[in-house]
């Protein structure tokens, strides 16, 4: 099993661009999230989801969206880049939303210019 | 909602010595307490976790101490070897609740000095 895929792994955007970090997990897993971690602020969750075509807003949401069309895949949107943006993105699943063993994928590093 | 404070946010120790992280969480229905660990460039790694019905749990050399009353609870680490050099979060969630997303500490970068 891959597990909790993300790409790309790294990524510089001018501000106002848009671009989707993709997740991706092969686990059968019907809750998957997104956290940003940034320096001193530990990893602050943005959106979740509890299954496909249900999301819901985390601590973070602003400037992001999310959909959920399959229970593989949680794709995270940025419509217009910001440098408040540049952080690493972690996205994490389980089995259900009840569920405590998170699986994490390796992180998408943003840069914002 | 819920929210977690972890101590310190640097802990430097000698190969060899103990190391101990602290949290406080504040939703009294948070039930579930895990600890991950993040090495360089990785996402995080669940390493122990903890239950509310519990007060202290042990795997090798590490454990994890739970005390309700004061919301608190701890990663201890004994016998510290280079490889346990990382970034380490606290965890708090309640299991089976409706607002039962996972809330992080800040996190504890340990480094653990030959």
């Known amino acids: 099993n891959a597990g909790v895929t993300q790409t790309p792994k790294f990524q510089v955007l001018k501000t106002g661009q848009s671009m989707t970090l993709q997740c991706a997990q092969d686990m059968n897993h019907e809750y998957m999230s997104w956290y940003r971690q940034d320096p001193g602020m530990g990893l602050r969750l943005i959106h979740y989801?509890?299954?496909?075509?249900?999301?819901d807003q985390g601590e973070v949401p602003n400037g992001y969206n999310v959909s959920r069309s399959t229970t593989e895949d949680f794709p995270l949107r940025l419509l217009s880049a910001a440098p408040s943006q540049t952080s690493v993105y972690f996205c994490a699943s389980s089995w259900t939303f009840s569920d405590v063993g998170y699986t994490f994928g390796s992180g998408t590093r943003l840069t914002v210019v | 909602g819920e929210n977690v404070e972890q101590h310190p946010s640097t802990l430097s120790v000698q190969e060899g010595d103990s190391a101990v992280i602290k949290c406080t969480y504040s939703d009294s229905a948070s039930n579930y307490f895990p600890w991950y660990k993040q090495e360089l460039g990785k996402g995080p790694q669940l390493i122990i976790d903890?239950?509310?019905?519990?007060g202290e749990k042990k795997d090798q050399r590490i454990a994890v101490t739970l005390n309700k009353t004061a919301k608190h609870f701890s990663l201890h680490i004994t016998e510290t070897q280079p490889e346990d050099s990382a970034v380490y979060f606290c965890?708090?969630?309640?299991?089976?609740?409706?607002?039962?997303?996972?809330?992080f500490g800040k996190g504890t970068k340990l480094s653990v000095k030959p």
């Open positions: 989801s509890v299954g496909a075509g249900i999301t």
């Open positions: 965890a708090a969630k309640e299991v089976g609740g409706s607002q039962g997303n996972l809330i």
């Open positions: 903890i239950r509310s019905n519990v």
